[in-house]
């Protein structure tokens, strides 16, 4: 059972939607949820919500951040913020999984100062699932893994390879891929004009042995494809391609609504109806439950700012299905045999398991 | 049913000296989805209740375990619980069974004429609960001068509403005009109407008896739809939850509570559950930090009888309330004028909803 630790601050309506979605996951899953907020429009808000109170607790958290601060402004002028008390909690059980549409700089800075780093990660990577042509896996996955997409904006060659590793490994747990393919991101003209980072990254994966398989470049018409399982590239570059992949999709629906201007346009996007509901469930974001923050000892979850209910209770299945497959036990062991470090540590036992 | 209670207005100890009267205490009972689990949704739910013996019929978590708390041996002769349920006549024996088999023995079972009701045409009267259950409720109320009531139903049915309206024809606030519209509404039966009305003529303003109303939240309906109800109604997602506000009225006995909690844990309930539901409490008010407090040092105390759960229940439950300590929230106001006729037309008007609209009854 996964301890799920939600932070109700942020997300569509002002949180509204993030307490709604852990009232139904209170219901539907079997998972211990703790809600981080203010506690008293928590409490009243839920009077109001069909819940689970045996599986629902809440965490108060007392200052409250503004949408116009920084991290560090956040972290310096509201030190009890509900990502700070919810990372505290999730840092004092092994099987929390935190999740949070705040701000990611907010979060990855919390996190850093809260959670422990995984051994031989130097910077943590924003994971996001992107929908591909072609399926990865035995379970026919159709999305593939691109990171890192705002986590560490500068990167070095070692953070790229870190993060392939820690790709690898994630995308082997959760679509079940024995030999995921890794992809560095380059521009149009290969790897020779690529910044020095990407080029040391290419050499190292070249080199190395991993238990992955190093599919070289890849340009960026070519990421939905489904060429590789795993794309890596630096935090500015990965959430430049990511905006532009949803802004491509958000334009796509406009065009669609556009065609009602016309009668003969209306009648065949209406005899398209079908489709493009298909078209739009496989392209929406709110279904992918959010993108995991790799790096550190617990699994921590960062949901869009926008998110609504579905987005959040996604986001939960999913950080329930990463505490259920051990991904982050996963990833360490992967990184390690990476970068050679030996097995890591097994984590220790529960003083209180009976 | 069993003989009325012997008369508790002066109990003496064995040396016959006088003792301060001793408040007599009258449980009643729902029976399905408040003690048993039950389904009875669609039709073949209802056949398979109806099919199943005593030995497959399955009490909620915690509920014997807080009925036999409260009918303690050393308390049973001040204590009295009466079991009314909507369940058809016939399932009397099957149901004596397992209320025997769960070491509980009723003083008063009241189940409802339903095979007289389908004879006689009185079609209403099957599925309708507001006419039976009030009069079966004032027929079975205890006379006696210093009784405490505690009520337990279910949010599956009309309980609150019901129990709700018999608290407050023996406390003298539903007068017979009053009682008269809601009966009008809710469409019950004339016969069944003459016999309410010349009960409540009785037992009008008899006092203010009826303690605390258990809603067990089966359907986990959301809290705010009891609201209207105040304080007297108390919605529980457990009987944990029932047990810890009994034991803060000092109904119930440390080890009463500690009963219950061996139960829900034997049932499945993690400590992190049972934390919860106390935290739940207590952030609407309902408990008080003070009394957690008494409560999780009785429990320790109780520590080298149990062995580990009670130690892993404090830690989880230290952890539940640690960041809520300084909480002062107000309870839920006591009311002394419940609109009625207001709630049945909104839950009608809710009914009405999900059934014609398909709105979820639970939003």
Same mark, same amino acid.
């Given at each position: 059972?996964?301890?799920?630790?939600? #932070?109700?601050?942020?997300?569509?309506?002002?949180?509204?939607?993030? %307490?709604?979605?852990?009232?139904?996951?209170?219901?539907?899953? #079997?998972? &211990?949820?703790?809600?981080?907020?203010?506690?008293?429009?928590?409490? +009243?808000?839920?009077?109001?919500?069909?819940?689970?109170?045996?599986?629902?607790?809440?965490?108060?958290?007392?200052?409250?951040?503004?949408?116009?601060?920084?991290?560090?402004?956040?972290?310096?002028? +509201?030190?009890?913020?509900?990502?700070?008390?919810?990372?505290?909690?999730?840092?004092?059980?092994?099987?929390?999984?935190?999740?949070?549409?705040?701000?990611?700089?907010?979060?990855?800075?919390?996190?850093? &100062?809260?959670?422990?780093?995984?051994?031989?990660?130097?910077?943590?990577?924003?994971?996001?699932?992107?929908?591909?042509?072609?399926?990865?896996?035995?379970?026919?996955?159709?999305?593939?893994?691109? %990171?890192?997409?705002?986590?560490?904006?500068?990167?070095?060659?070692?953070?790229?390879?870190?993060?392939?590793?820690?790709?690898?490994?994630?995308?082997?747990?959760?679509?079940?891929?024995?030999?995921?393919?890794?992809?560095?991101?380059? !521009?149009?003209?290969?790897?020779?004009?690529?910044?020095?980072?990407?080029?040391?990254?290419?050499?190292?994966?070249?080199?190395?042995?991993?238990?992955?398989?190093?599919?070289?470049?890849?340009?960026? #018409?070519?990421?939905?494809?489904?060429?590789? #399982?795993?794309?890596?590239?630096?935090?500015?570059?990965?959430?430049?391609?990511?905006?532009?992949?949803?802004?491509?999709? +958000?334009?796509?629906?406009?065009?669609?609504?556009?065609?009602?201007?016309?009668? &003969?346009?209306?009648?065949?996007?209406?005899?398209?109806?079908?489709?493009?509901?298909?078209?739009?469930?496989?392209?929406?974001?709110? !279904?992918?439950?959010?993108?995991?923050?790799?790096?550190?000892?617990?699994?921590?979850?960062?949901? &869009?700012?926008?998110?609504?209910?579905?987005?959040?209770? !996604?986001?939960?299945?999913?950080?329930?299905?990463?505490?259920?497959?051990?991904?982050?036990?996963?990833?360490?062991?992967?990184?390690?045999?990476?970068?050679?470090?030996?097995?890591?540590?097994?984590?220790?036992?529960?003083?209180?398991?009976? | 049913?069993?003989?009325?209670?012997?008369?508790?207005?002066?109990?003496?100890?064995?040396?016959?000296?006088?003792?301060?009267?001793?408040?007599?205490?009258?449980?009643?009972?729902?029976?399905?989805?408040?003690?048993?689990?039950?389904?009875?949704?669609?039709?073949?739910?209802?056949?398979?209740?109806?099919?199943?013996?005593?030995?497959?019929?399955?009490?909620?978590?915690?509920?014997?375990?807080?009925?036999?708390?409260?009918?303690? @041996?050393?308390?049973?002769?001040?204590?009295?619980?009466?079991?009314?349920?909507?369940?058809?006549?016939?399932?009397?024996?099957?149901?004596?069974?397992?209320?025997?088999?769960?070491?509980?023995?009723?003083?008063?079972?009241?189940?409802? @004429?339903?095979?007289?009701?389908?004879?006689?045409?009185?079609?209403?009267?099957?599925?309708?609960?507001?006419?039976?259950?009030?009069?079966?409720?004032?027929?079975?109320?205890?006379?006696?001068?210093?009784?405490?009531?505690?009520?337990?139903?279910?949010?599956?049915?009309?309980?609150?509403?019901?129990?709700?309206?018999?608290?407050?024809?023996?406390?003298?606030?539903?007068?017979?005009?009053?009682?008269?519209?809601?009966?009008?509404?809710?469409?019950?039966?004339?016969?069944?109407?003459?016999?309410?009305?010349?009960?409540?003529?009785?037992?009008?303003?008899?006092?203010?008896?009826?303690?605390?109303?258990?809603?067990?939240?089966?359907?986990?309906? @959301?809290?705010?739809?009891?609201?209207?109800?105040?304080?007297?109604?108390?919605?529980?997602?457990?009987?944990?939850?029932?047990?810890?506000?009994?034991?803060?009225?000092?109904?119930?006995?440390?080890?009463?509570?500690?009963?219950?909690?061996?139960?829900?844990?034997?049932?499945?309930?993690?400590?992190?559950?049972?934390?919860?539901?106390?935290?739940?409490?207590?952030?609407?008010?309902?408990?008080?930090?003070?009394?957690?407090?008494?409560?999780?040092?009785?429990?320790?105390?109780?520590?080298?009888?149990?062995?580990?759960?009670? @130690?892993?229940?404090?830690?989880?439950?230290?952890?539940?309330?640690?960041?809520?300590?300084?909480?002062?929230?107000?309870?839920?106001?006591?009311?002394?004028?419940?609109?009625?006729?207001?709630?049945?037309?909104?839950?009608?008007?809710?009914?009405?909803?999900?059934?014609?609209?398909?709105?979820?009854?639970?939003?």
């Amino acid at each position: 059972m996964a301890h799920i630790v939600l #932070d109700s601050c942020a997300g569509r309506d002002g949180g509204r939607e993030a %307490l709604e979605a852990a009232a139904i996951a209170s219901l539907q899953l #079997d998972h &211990q949820i703790t809600v981080v907020g203010d506690e008293s429009d928590i409490t +009243a808000a839920l009077q109001k919500i069909a819940h689970d109170a045996e599986r629902l607790r809440v965490a108060h958290a007392r200052d409250r951040c503004e949408p116009d601060m920084d991290a560090a402004e956040v972290l310096r002028q +509201a030190p009890r913020n509900s990502v700070v008390v919810g990372l505290e909690i999730a840092a004092r059980d092994p099987s929390a999984v935190f999740v949070s549409a705040g701000a990611p700089g907010l979060v990855v800075a919390g996190a850093q &100062q809260i959670l422990g780093r995984i051994p031989g990660v130097p910077n943590a990577a924003l994971a996001a699932v992107y929908p591909t042509l072609r399926p990865h896996g035995p379970v026919s996955d159709l999305f593939a893994l691109l %990171l890192d997409v705002g986590a560490t904006v500068e990167c070095s060659g070692d953070d790229l390879v870190t993060f392939a590793a820690m790709g690898a490994a994630y995308a082997g747990k959760i679509s079940r891929i024995d030999r995921p393919r890794v992809a560095l991101l380059c !521009n149009g003209h290969g790897i020779s004009n690529a910044p020095a980072r990407a080029r040391e990254a290419h050499r190292r994966l070249l080199a190395a042995k991993p238990a992955f398989e190093y599919v070289g470049c890849i340009r960026a #018409d070519s990421v939905t494809s489904g060429d590789a #399982d795993v794309i890596v590239t630096d935090g500015f570059s990965g959430d430049v391609l990511l905006r532009t992949l949803e802004g491509v999709a +958000a334009t796509g629906e406009s065009l669609l609504r556009r065609a009602a201007e016309k009668f &003969q346009w209306r009648v065949g996007v209406q005899m398209l109806s079908d489709g493009i509901s298909a078209i739009r469930e496989f392209t929406d974001w709110e !279904n992918y439950g959010g993108a995991p923050l790799l790096g550190f000892d617990r699994a921590v979850m960062v949901t &869009q700012a926008d998110s609504g209910r579905r987005a959040f209770l !996604n986001a939960i299945r999913l950080g329930a299905k990463i505490d259920r497959l051990q991904v982050i036990a996963g990833i360490s062991a992967g990184v390690a045999e990476f970068h050679g470090l030996g097995a890591p540590p097994a984590s220790p036992p529960d003083p209180e398991a009976p | 049913m069993t003989s009325d209670p012997a008369d508790p207005s002066e109990p003496t100890s064995p040396e016959g000296q006088a003792l301060q009267p001793r408040r007599f205490m009258h449980l009643r009972w729902d029976l399905d989805k408040t003690y048993l689990r039950t389904e009875f949704d669609t039709v073949k739910d209802l056949i398979k209740t109806f099919r199943q013996k005593a030995e497959d019929k399955v009490a909620v978590a915690g509920a014997s375990a807080l009925l036999r708390a409260l009918l303690d @041996p050393r308390e049973r002769s001040h204590r009295r619980v009466t079991f009314i349920s909507g369940s058809p006549r016939q399932m009397r024996k099957v149901l004596t069974a397992k209320l025997a088999l769960d070491g509980v023995e009723p003083d008063m079972f009241i189940l409802k @004429p339903n095979l007289e009701n389908l004879l006689r045409g009185r079609f209403r009267a099957i599925r309708g609960q507001v006419g039976y259950k009030l009069k079966a409720l004032l027929l079975s109320h205890m006379a006696a001068e210093h009784v405490d009531e505690y009520l337990f139903g279910d949010d599956a049915e009309q309980d609150a509403f019901i129990y709700s309206v018999y608290a407050d024809i023996l406390a003298g606030r539903v007068d017979a005009v009053a009682l008269a519209a809601i009966l009008s509404t809710c469409k019950v039966y004339r016969g069944d109407v003459d016999e309410i009305m010349a009960y409540h003529r009785q037992l009008f303003g008899s006092g203010e008896v009826v303690r605390r109303i258990f809603i067990h939240l089966e359907r986990r309906s @959301p809290l705010d739809r009891f609201a209207a109800y105040g304080a007297r109604v108390v919605a529980i997602y457990n009987y944990f939850q029932g047990a810890a506000v009994l034991f803060e009225a000092g109904a119930l006995e440390p080890r009463g509570l500690l009963a219950v909690t061996e139960a829900m844990e034997s049932d499945g309930y993690t400590p992190e559950r049972l934390a919860n539901s106390l935290q739940d409490l207590m952030r609407r008010g309902v408990l008080h930090f003070a009394t957690i407090e008494r409560m999780s040092r009785e429990l320790a105390a109780a520590e080298s009888t149990m062995g580990r759960p009670v @130690p892993r229940f404090l830690h989880a439950f230290e952890d539940a309330i640690g960041s809520l300590e300084n909480l002062q929230r107000p309870g839920p106001r006591w009311e002394s004028e419940i609109n009625y006729l207001g709630i049945y037309h909104e839950a009608r008007f809710r009914r009405q909803q999900h059934r014609f609209l398909g709105i979820r009854l639970l939003d």
